[in-house]
Antibody, heavy 121, light 110 residues
Framework: EVQLVQSGAEVKKPGESLKISCKGS????????IGWVRQMPGKGLEWMGI????????RYSPSFQGQVTISADMSIRTAYLQWSSLKASDTAVYYC??????????????WGQGTLVTVSS | QSALTQPASVSGSPGQSITISCTGT?????????VSWYQHHPGKAPKLMIF???NRPSGVSNRFSGSKSGNTASLTISGLQAEDEADYYC??????????FGGGTKLTVL
């Protein structure tokens, strides 16, 4: 059974750094892209970026390029989303999801449970 | 990359059919047969309902179907049930080798 298990909720202050995780199981972790999706309070889903754990090739949405870093450690089947300096506007639920597609990484077929990040002074 | 355009809300009575539209451009929806649809109940993880315009993953009811014409994709839910009440999002692959979501549609089952 494919599962993605995310790290727990975080409460941080503006300016602090943060790294949240997403551990995959039940499939060959290195051969599927993993993506991150943001949902701000009361808002819709936003595609942030994806990474291929096999070679760490990554792609970012222009809206998130330079704002976050996506990484992966194939040896422990875990992908990460990190911030160097959080802002209040980073308050959101962040989902990781496995990306599949026939030739292109084009849809999310399995999702993590979500990680709530709250940034407040 | 601008979000795809979906109606903010749709509604229907149990047993009826509804259709949710998703409009993009030739750089995304119109350019590829890589449109997907997700059902999202608040507080839960989104669920893939349709991929590659019209394919259903294993386990998804055949009451859900997808189609596309030009730059607009559509999700149709037939035989509406109370548990279908949720937010629905479309997504498309784009010429930037990225994905883009629609703004989401809230489905209310009356």
């Amino acid at each position: 059974e494919v599962q993605l298990v995310q790290s727990g909720a975080e409460v941080k202050k503006p300016g602090e750094s943060l790294k949240i995780s997403c551990k995959g199981s039940g499939y060959t972790f290195s051969t599927y892209w993993i993506g991150w999706v943001r949902q701000m309070p009361g808002k819709g889903l936003e595609w942030m970026g994806i990474i291929y754990p096999g070679d760490s090739d990554s792609r970012y949405s222009p809206s998130f390029q330079g704002q976050v870093t996506i990484s992966a450690d194939m040896s422990i089947r875990t992908a990460y989303l990190q911030w160097s300096s959080l802002k209040a506007s980073d308050t959101a639920v962040y989902y990781c999801a496995r990306v599949s597609g026939s030739g292109w990484p084009s849809y999310f077929d399995y999702w993590g449970q979500g990680t709530l990040v709250t940034v407040s002074s | 990359q601008s979000a795809l355009t979906q109606p903010a809300s749709v509604s229907g009575s149990p047993g009826q059919s509804i259709t949710i539209s998703c409009t993009g451009t030739s750089s995304d929806v119109g350019g590829y047969n890589y449109v997907s649809w997700y059902q999202h109940h608040p507080g839960k993880a989104p669920k893939l309902m349709i991929f590659d315009v019209s394919n259903r993953p294993s386990g998804v009811s055949n009451r859900f179907s997808g189609s596309k014409s030009g730059n607009t994709a559509s999700l149709t839910i037939s035989g509406l049930q109370a548990e279908d009440e949720a937010d629905y999002y479309c997504s498309s692959y784009t010429t930037s080798s990225s994905l883009v979501f629609g703004g989401g549609t809230k489905l209310t089952v009356l």
